[in-house]
């Protein structure tokens, strides 16, 4: 049974034990388990909750912080292997790994981890019973901020996001009225990060025994 959103201060005081990012993390997980159509958002029954696999996931996080969406969240270039036979690289959040982690260890989200036909694994993510008493209580801003980014800026239809894992990979977002929203997303792109190093030395102090 879901909490009333105009519930005791006691139980809106749930929500305060995740970051702002971590809601944002939260309900995107949400709105990619629940199927969308013609720009609606449908509930589905307990029974019928989907799984969002962790690739797609990583992938709408690097495009919510290409779009400014998360505080504290960044980004770096990784190479990771897909079904367990292919090598990618891919402009992986850590920051949004370790909230993952995160939410499973709060007992929010659950995991998944499934064999493939290739020998190789597929991890993949959706809402716990405990994580959807805490979807109620997250504000209406951080909600319209991830509903925002699925639909097209220019006529409002929900976006497509396409992703081909193959000899030529890439994940397109495409509107399907206008051309406006199309572009490929750079999730597979390694991208020059600008940095400053400089040397350090550490000090050894030697005890001699006489």
Same mark, same amino acid.
């Given at each position: 049974?879901?909490?009333d959103e105009?519930? *005791?201060? %006691?139980?809106?005081? !749930? $929500?305060?034990i +995740?970051?702002r990012?971590?809601? =944002?993390?939260?309900?995107t997980?949400?709105?990619?388990?629940?199927?969308?159509?013609?720009?609606?958002?449908?509930l589905?029954?307990?029974?019928?909750?989907?799984?969002?696999k962790?690739l797609?996931?990583w992938?709408?996080?690097?495009?919510?912080?290409?779009?400014?969406?998360y505080?504290?969240?960044?980004?770096?270039?990784?190479?990771?292997?897909?079904?367990?036979?292919?090598?990618?690289?891919?402009n992986? *959040?850590? %920051?949004?790994?370790? !909230? $993952?982690?995160? +939410?499973?260890?709060?007992?929010? =989200?659950?995991?998944?981890?499934?064999?493939?036909?290739?020998?190789?694994?597929?991890?993949?993510y959706?809402?716990?019973?405990?994580?959807n008493?805490?979807?109620?209580?997250?504000?209406?801003?951080?909600?319209?901020?991830?509903?925002?980014?699925?639909?097209?800026?220019?006529?409002?239809?929900?976006?497509?996001f396409?992703?081909?894992?193959?000899?030529?990979?890439?994940?397109?977002?495409?509107?399907?009225?206008?051309?406006?929203?199309?572009?490929?997303?750079?999730? +597979?792109?390694?991208?020059d990060?600008?940095?400053i190093?400089?040397?350090?030395?550490?000090?050894?102090?030697?005890?001699?025994?006489?």
């Amino acid at each position: 049974m879901f909490i009333d959103e105009n519930s *005791s201060d %006691e139980n809106n005081s !749930d $929500i305060s034990i +995740l970051t702002r990012d971590q809601q =944002i993390l939260l309900y995107t997980i949400d709105y990619l388990t629940k199927w969308v159509r013609g720009g609606d958002h449908f509930l589905q029954i307990p029974e019928e909750r989907t799984w969002i696999k962790e690739l797609p996931l990583w992938a709408v996080i690097y495009y919510q912080i290409v779009k400014g969406t998360y505080e504290t969240y960044d980004y770096s270039p990784t190479s990771i292997q897909f079904f367990g036979r292919s090598s990618f690289t891919v402009n992986l *959040s850590y %920051e949004g790994v370790d !909230d $993952i982690e995160d +939410l499973r260890e709060l007992e929010i =989200i659950d995991k998944i981890r499934l064999s493939t036909s290739q020998h190789g694994f597929v991890t993949a993510y959706r809402i716990t019973d405990y994580g959807n008493k805490l979807l109620v209580l997250i504000p209406k801003d951080v909600k319209d901020e991830v509903h925002g980014l699925f639909y097209c800026e220019h006529c409002k239809i929900h976006l497509n996001f396409l992703m081909n894992i193959g000899d030529e990979p890439e994940i397109k977002i495409d509107c399907p009225e206008c051309d406006v929203s199309d572009f490929e997303l750079a999730f +597979l792109e390694s991208e020059d990060v600008s940095y400053i190093s400089e040397p350090y030395f550490l000090r050894i102090s030697k005890k001699l025994v006489g």
